[in-house]
């Protein structure tokens, strides 16, 4: 089962940073994809960001593609979202999701985080 071990978001002014977490017990993360979704009021859920250690393979959707940072710390079991330049459009609940294969689709989610809110003022 996934968790979220710490806050991470937060409220932050345009052209801040925050860097939440998961970390997770149960699942070995360096086995499998790990990824963030985000969803805002009133839009469909996001799919963002992706990882897999084991083929050196990160991936990034546009929105986010040079502002966001996704690690993982294998021996933690636990994935990381560096985000930066943060701009109000980024408001979103942030959720860590593990994949059973390395697409940002929802269908994929094996197991969901708990989300921890981002609101990113002007």
């Known amino acids: 089962q996934l968790q979220l071990v710490e806050p991470g978001g937060g409220s932050v002014q345009a052209g801040g940073s925050r860097r939440p977490s998961c970390a997770g017990s149960g699942l070995t993360f360096s086995n499998i994809c790990m990824g963030w979704f985000r969803q805002a009021p009133g839009k469909a859920r996001e799919g963002f960001a992706t990882?897999?250690?084991?083929?050196?393979?990160?991936y990034y959707a546009d929105s986010v593609n040079g502002r966001f940072t996704i690690t993982q710390d294998n021996a933690k079991n636990t994935v990381y979202l560096e985000m930066n330049s943060l701009k109000p459009e980024d408001s979103a609940m942030y959720y860590c999701?593990?994949?059973?294969?390395?697409?940002?689709?929802?269908?994929?989610?094996?197991?969901w985080g708990q989300g921890t809110q981002v609101t990113v003022s002007s």
């Open positions: 999701a593990a994949l059973s294969v390395c697409t940002l689709v929802a269908g994929n989610v094996r197991y």
């Open positions: 990882i897999y250690t084991r083929a050196d393979y990160t």
